[in-house]
């Protein structure tokens, strides 16, 4: 349980607090044509939009968002997985889908009581002294509300599944499949890998419907994040915590989400508050953003949606993390890659950061990536110029921001990374949005410097052998895994850099011999077609043609029924067989397979 000293006094009075607003919304009877209705007159109106030349894309992302909102659950986590693609969407898009949390509100409490008591087993006076029926915090699958818990004497944050997100979830799946499919088979940026993006989605929210993975994923993390990080998360109270029902200890602490408002509202009452509880923000910031570093690079188990709503600020540059329904980890391969992609760009090795990128890729198009590579650089070049700038605003020199530049640059190439590094470069950046409050003339490379440092400390402190070794020893205990696994990453570039030499050449024989498949096929139609005149032109007297075209029909000589069938029978095969092997070549493209 939280240490009451870290208890900040409150920035927002209960009174003054603007509780979610709740609705009262019923599951339509037929959910399929309801949705299906409402996207095809987005589609209309963005489409009008667009040929009149008024569609900007903030209008775009925000009139996508406030759908999105509307269909609730399943559209919800699909704005917020489409904000994670900035090479698909531009980028005023990606920012007004990224806040969808902001969007949602909650329901009416009748709505939700039946499940809560459904799942508690007991009516709420049975558990609860009392109950607030306001939530205070609501997002796509579930609302939030405070309760007073009568035999632990505590105050708890009860999670209720919101009615009809299970059914919801699976028919609306039903339309989010057909438009994935659509979009694969009018390959429409086949880079984006469509089937990977339903699986994400899918596997997403399948885990976000059952409480127990959140319950999990939360005594997982108190283990790592209160004894290394010195970080605080919300006690899970089991005996009252359900698939549907989640509740726990309430952090009673100031959600970073009420500290933009009040700095941008009553900066001065803000001051105040900070020098009360002994808050520096700039300590606060760096203590988020080196626990956020650890739990991607070191634990492998992180929180990958810390945006203002998930933060708490409590006393003496403390910090509390809520809703952990979105816990990530990765494949160790992976994740030494990523390190080592993070330690490229806070040295500055640009072109080391674009091949060890070109490594997170499934696959890659059949092209030179010599100029890629080139762009990826200077890219990062202009970004480390611009993280120097002190009075320059953080969205511009943050890390997230330089990925989202990334992603989107090689997105121009065809070029996408697997789902893992999407993952992990989206935790920062919804972390972006509470650590450019707080620290914002911040100097990314130092704090990167700052804590790999640390790293290397934490890592001499682990040594079994310390005693033993003098400081050479150590060096080299400690060198010798980045040493051995860079050497294993490069060598790998190199044997991937040459079967991309290979790839690109059997896709342009495939591509040549396409080609000249193609060319037989309609060689096949145009005889049939000529065949089937010449013959009208023998067997039909009423037939008739013009003097050249009866020069080439009559220089055929008649032939037996018999033999026309046969040759008939003859070009359709062909035509058959080739287009056959046509698609089979396709099929083998490296390239075309893989988008």
Not at 403 to 422: A, E, K, Y
Not at 512 to 531: D, E, H, K, Q, Y
Not at 543 to 553: N, S, T
Request: aromatic share 10%; with cysteine; glycine share 6%.
């Amino acid at each position: 349980m939280l240490d009451p000293k870290l208890i900040p006094t409150p920035l927002i009075e209960n009174g003054t607090r603007p509780f979610m607003d709740a609705r009262h919304a019923k599951r339509p009877q037929f959910r399929l044509l309801y949705v299906s209705r409402h996207l095809l007159a987005l589609a209309v109106l963005l489409s009008l939009r667009k040929l009149a030349g008024r569609l900007t894309p903030s209008e775009l992302g925000n009139r996508l968002a406030q759908f999105l909102c509307k269909m609730g659950v399943l559209w919800i986590k699909v704005g917020q997985v489409l904000s994670m693609r900035p090479d698909l969407l531009p980028v005023a898009v990606c920012q007004e889908l990224s806040r969808l949390q902001d969007f949602t509100e909650g329901f009416e409490f009748e709505r939700v009581k039946p499940v809560l008591e459904e799942e508690l087993g007991h009516s709420l006076e049975h558990i609860f002294s009392e109950f607030e029926e306001t939530p205070f915090a609501a997002g796509s699958i579930a609302q939030v509300h405070r309760a007073f818990l009568k035999e632990q004497g505590v105050w708890a944050a009860v999670k209720i599944q919101l009615p009809d997100a299970a059914a919801n979830f699976k028919s609306d799946m039903l339309l989010v499949r057909f438009l994935a499919w659509l979009m694969n088979r009018l390959a429409i940026k086949p880079h984006v890998r469509w089937s990977e993006m339903l699986w994400e989605i899918e596997h997403i929210i399948r885990e976000e419907l059952d409480f127990h993975y959140e319950a999990t994923n939360m005594r997982r993390m108190s283990k790592i994040l209160s004894k290394h990080h010195n970080m605080h998360m919300p006690v899970v109270f089991d005996q009252y915590s359900t698939n549907r029902v989640l509740v726990m200890e309430y952090m009673a602490g100031v959600v970073m989400s009420d500290y933009i408002k009040v700095l941008h509202s009553d900066p001065g009452r803000l001051s105040a508050w900070l020098h009360t509880n002994n808050i520096d923000p700039q300590k606060a910031a760096q203590r988020l953003l080196f626990s956020a570093l650890r739990q991607a690079l070191e634990d492998n188990l992180f929180h990958g949606d810390l945006h203002p709503g998930n933060v708490v600020l409590l006393r003496d540059n403390h910090i509390a993390l809520l809703d952990f329904g979105s816990v990530g980890f990765t494949e160790r391969e992976l994740l030494r890659k990523y390190d080592l992609y993070m330690q490229a760009m806070y040295t500055g090795q640009y072109m080391k950061m674009a091949d060890i990128y070109l490594l997170c890729v499934d696959r890659l198009p059949p092209r030179n990536l010599s100029e890629v590579k080139e762009l990826f650089s200077r890219n990062m070049q202009g970004w480390a110029r611009a993280a120097d700038i002190r009075d320059l605003p953080y969205q511009e020199k943050s890390i997230g921001q330089a990925n989202d530049n990334l992603i989107r640059l090689m997105g121009q190439f065809g070029i996408s990374p697997v789902w893992g590094f999407l993952r992990m470069t989206r935790a920062y950046y919804s972390m972006d949005a509470c650590f450019r409050e707080l620290a914002p003339r911040s100097n990314v490379f130092k704090l990167l410097g700052k804590y790999y440092r640390g790293k290397e400390r934490r890592l001499r402190k682990n040594l079994a052998l310390r005693p033993r070794l003098g400081g050479a020893g150590i060096r080299f205990l400690l060198d010798a895994p980045v040493i051995f696994s860079e050497s294993v990453m490069f060598n790998e570039t190199v044997i991937r850099r040459s079967a991309r030499v290979f790839e690109g050449t059997s896709s342009r024989i495939a591509m040549f011999f396409a080609s000249f498949l193609n060319i037989g096929r309609m060689f096949t139609l145009v005889a049939t077609t000529w065949l089937i005149a010449v013959w009208g032109y023998q067997h039909l007297e009423h037939v008739r043609a013009r003097p050249w075209a009866a020069w080439l029909l009559s220089a055929v000589p008649r032939l037996d029924n018999q033999v026309w069938i046969l040759v008939g029978i003859v070009l359709i095969y062909l035509h058959r067989a080739l287009s056959r092997l046509n698609r089979e070549l396709a099929r083998e493209n490296i390239w075309e397979s893989g988008s």
